[in-house]
């Protein structure tokens, strides 16, 4: 494995093996977030794995990045951005959130979320939701030909978002006038209800 040299203003490139060992450690470190959160195991097992995570921490901070690295582009793509907090494969605090475009331009995810993720008792966290849906709509004006920096996000919850269960989360761009494009999503529930309505506007920052 080789270890590209990289100035500061210059974002470190992942090889495939890289992705697929970072990829690793964060689907174990998820898994160690909802231990940590859902233990019941005695105090003295609690102290000695907090020793071992600490020691875990150190042995990967011995050499680090100023930002995220990317991952390797797809045939004829930009590099991967695989360290976003939604869905991202390299980030443990992502939620299991994989988009994907349907053929008429519509984002859609399948994904079940948590207790980590528990707002209210029993039931998801608004802001989780929010985080969601303002991926699910930025990837919608990607779709559209028209992405931008979310400026308006405007959330409806209709119901309480239910965690540990199937949900689907869908949304479009419903048009664009200038640097401004707008979209609308939904979260829906496994009974098919909806909980979490969205509109956004997205603007194209002048460069
Ligand atoms: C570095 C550029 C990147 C741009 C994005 C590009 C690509 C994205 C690529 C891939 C995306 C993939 C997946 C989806 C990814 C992400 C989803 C999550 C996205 C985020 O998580 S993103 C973080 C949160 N987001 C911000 O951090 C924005 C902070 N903010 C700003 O960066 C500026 O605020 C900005 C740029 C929004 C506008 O700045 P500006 O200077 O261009 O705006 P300006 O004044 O010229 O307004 C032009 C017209 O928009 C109207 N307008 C503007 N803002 C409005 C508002 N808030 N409400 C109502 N109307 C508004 C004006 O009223 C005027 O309208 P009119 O023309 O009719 O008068």
Known sequence: MTTRVYRTDERHLLGEGEVADRAGLAAAVRELIEAAVLTAAPPADVRAATAEVEAATARLRTARHDLPPLAPPEAGGMARQLANPVGGALNPIAPPVAIA???????????????????????????????????????????????????????????????????????????????????????????????????????????
């Open 101 to 207: 475009v349907l053929p008429d331009g519509t984002a859609r995810a399948e994904f079940t979320l948590s207790a980590v993720h528990e707002g209210p008792p029993s039931f998801v966290h608004g802001g989780v939701s929010a985080m969601i849906l303002d991926q699910l709509l930025g990837v919608a004006a990607l779709a559209n030909g028209t992405p931008g920096m979310t400026a308006r996000l405007d959330l409806r919850y209709r119901r309480p978002t239910p965690f540990g269960v199937p949900l689907v989360a869908e949304g479009k761009a419903s048009g664009s006038e200038g640097r401004k494009t707008f979209a609308e999503a939904r979260i829906t529930g496994p009974d098919g209800r909806v909980t979490v309505e969205a509109t956004a506007m997205f603007v194209m920052p002048v460069r």
